[in-house]
């Protein structure tokens, strides 16, 4: 008995050195261990899988992952900017350029109020440096960085917020507290838009309506009051143009209940009690990563982590919209130095969390990639920031998410890049179109080839019946897939699908909406598509959307199932037989 319980413990204890060293030397044990709780180091990654099991004894959140869902297709990679603080025209130019060279399709760009209609109502004009600019247009700075991104083909996102102090209860608040009068912000809101008519498409209206400062302190914190101050600028925009897309200010997380700062899902909870769910396209809320990678999992209402997204989303389904998207405003790691790295004080130091600018650089990739593969609800995440006029805020913690060195200059004539820029720019440049789960509008898409008559763009058409209103008419439409199966949405009279050069003919009456499944298999794997309209099709072919499917969690589940019904049933079988044995 004691060389029994001699050996286990040498086999234990090499186990437990093996284990170690697999952690200490990143093998196989440290990946599945990252993949699960985002944390690097040796005791983090063992406390963060205890964590992460713990969610099988909590409520999760549970929502259908295979919806229609709008505002999906958009190119993904957006970015912040501070381009009005630039009084130089060629930063500007210089910083616009650099974005889209890496790849990015958005930019995030305030319109202060504060700074556009200073003075007085409908006073457009800045007289804040009239001894030595003389009286200037104050929109002068904002039709340059409009004109500039449509130059480069970036589409903007323009953020409204930051009240001017004579539109607030008091003059001399100088704060980001609501206007007094909400009217103010819609009419300035309408200025913008009626001014930038299908140049600016997209409005956020507010920001991080949920915390201090950004509602300022003169009033507790009111999603019913942001509800109001949303819906009604929603209503004038949509006047202006039905096609502007109403973002709602970015849900701060926080798990606080004051009436500075409101928990974002009690706050998101009460704006849909308020009739909210009626005033905006595109839900946003912050990606921060804080305290750990890309890849956590853990779910738990009182933890932060990049996760947080799945159970805003379960709020939304619940409350009617499951089809719209959640973008997220503001995404990044913290390479904040350390008091050794940097002894000056830094505000707030470790508020954001803290990694390493390498590791900035590795997580931003992977969160894009799994926003790709695991969150088909979520459209355009936007870095946190490219750089600011100057290094003066270097001493605030916010400072160390910049994306580039503020250090252009007459002589240097460019930004220096930082670890980061270099892996956005590799990862957009080097990932594939393939589409992974979801629900994906072919029009438009961003990683969908599709073209009308003698390979012009596709043109999108109403159509009755289709799952937003319009589809596209194609008469060749290109695209990957991963998954175990999927099935395109389309209206016509003969179409033929290529797939993994494998041809295959369909036909139709013409009158009704199709959903072919166009593949089904145990396993992921990559799917290779072409769509193409035989030159006989007598009518023509509209295409809706092509739905990717992953059950291979599901199926395994079902062959591990299967696998024990019949080790139970051999190994029943085999002991009634050796009882009978036995018995005679």
């Known amino acids: 008995m004691v060389r029994r319980f001699l050996i286990l413990g040498a086999v234990g204890v090499v186990l437990l050195a093996g284990l170690l060293l697999d952690l200490r030397a990143r093998g196989l044990v440290w990946q599945a261990f990252w993949s699960v709780t985002g944390e690097e180091d040796l005791f983090a990654q063992v406390r963060g899988v205890v964590e992460w099991a713990g969610n099988a004894i909590r409520p999760q959140p549970s929502f259908p992952a295979v919806v229609p869902v709008q505002h999906t297709h958009n190119n993904p990679y957006g970015i912040n900017t501070f381009l ?11 910083q616009l350029r650099e974005i889209s060279a890496i790849g990015f399709g958005w930019i995030r760009q305030e319109f202060p109020w504060e700074d556009i209609e ?4 409908g006073d457009f004009e800045d007289r804040r440096n009239v001894d030595i600019l003389g009286v200037i247009s104050a929109w002068d700075k904002y039709d340059r960085i409009v004109a500039l991104a449509e130059e480069f083909n970036i589409d903007l996102q323009a953020r409204l917020s930051n009240p001017p102090r004579w539109a607030q209860v008091s003059e001399d608040a100088g704060d980001m507290s609501p206007p007094a009068d909400i009217q103010d912000y819609v009419d300035f809101a309408v200025t913008v838009a009626e001014r930038y008519r299908g140049r600016i498409t997209h409005y956020q209206i507010w920001n991080e309506p949920n915390i201090y400062p950004e509602w300022g302190d003169l009033e507790p914190v009111s999603p019913e009051r942001y509800t109001e101050l949303l819906c009604r600028t929603h209503d004038a925009l949509k006047a202006v143009d039905p096609n502007i897309v109403i973002i709602s200010g970015a849900l701060a997380p926080t798990v606080a209940l004051n009436e500075r700062d409101l928990n974002d899902f009690i706050f998101l909870e009460r704006m849909y009690a308020a009739g909210a769910g009626a005033c905006f396209d595109v839900l946003s809320m912050q990606g921060y990563g804080l305290n750990s990678g890309p890849t956590d999992q853990r779910m738990r209402p009182t933890t932060v982590n990049i996760s947080r997204n799945l159970y805003i989303r379960e709020i939304m389904v619940n409350n009617g919209d499951a089809h719209k998207p959640i973008w997220l405003s503001e995404a990044a790691w913290n390479s904040v130095p350390s008091e050794a790295e940097y002894p000056d004080p830094i505000d707030a130091r470790y508020n954001f969390g803290q990694v390493s600018r390498e590791q900035a650089a590795r997580y931003m990739p992977l969160l894009y990639e799994r926003a790709r593969r695991e969150w088909p609800w979520v459209g355009v995440v936007n870095y946190w920031f490219f750089t600011l006029p100057d290094d003066s805020r270097r001493n605030e913690s916010m400072y160390y998410f910049r994306m580039a060195e503020p250090d252009y200059s007459d002589d240097k004539p460019s930004y220096t890049p930082l670890p980061v820029y270099d892996a956005m720019r590799d990862y957009i440049a080097n990932t594939s179109d393939t589409l ?19 390979e012009n763009p596709v043109a999108l058409v109403e159509a009755d019946g289709a799952q937003f209103g319009t589809a596209a008419q194609a008469i060749d439409v290109r695209m990957g897939a991963y998954g175990t199966g999927a099935v395109l949405r ?28 166009l593949c089904a298999c145990v396993l992921p794997q990559e799917l290779s598509m072409q769509i193409v309209i035989p030159s006989s099709s007598a009518g023509g072919v509209l295409f809706d959307s092509l739905t990717v499917y992953d059950d291979s969690g599901r199926n395994l589940a079902l062959a591990v199932g299967a696998l024990a019904l019949v080790i139970i049933l051999v190994g029943g079988g085999w002991w009634l037989n050796r009882r009978r044995r036995a018995a005679a």
């Open 436 to 454: 992974y789960q979801g629900v994906h509008q072919i029009g438009d898409h961003y990683r969908i080839t599709a073209y009308a008559a003698g």
């Open 490 to 517: 389309w209206r016509g009279d003969r179409i033929v699908v290529v797939l993994n050069g494998e041809d295959t003919a369909y036909t139709s009456d013409g009158q009704r909406w199709e959903e072919t499944p």
């Open 84 to 94: 009005q603080l630039e009084p130089d025209p060629a930063k500007v130019e210089q």
């Open 118 to 121: 200073i003075h007085a109502k």
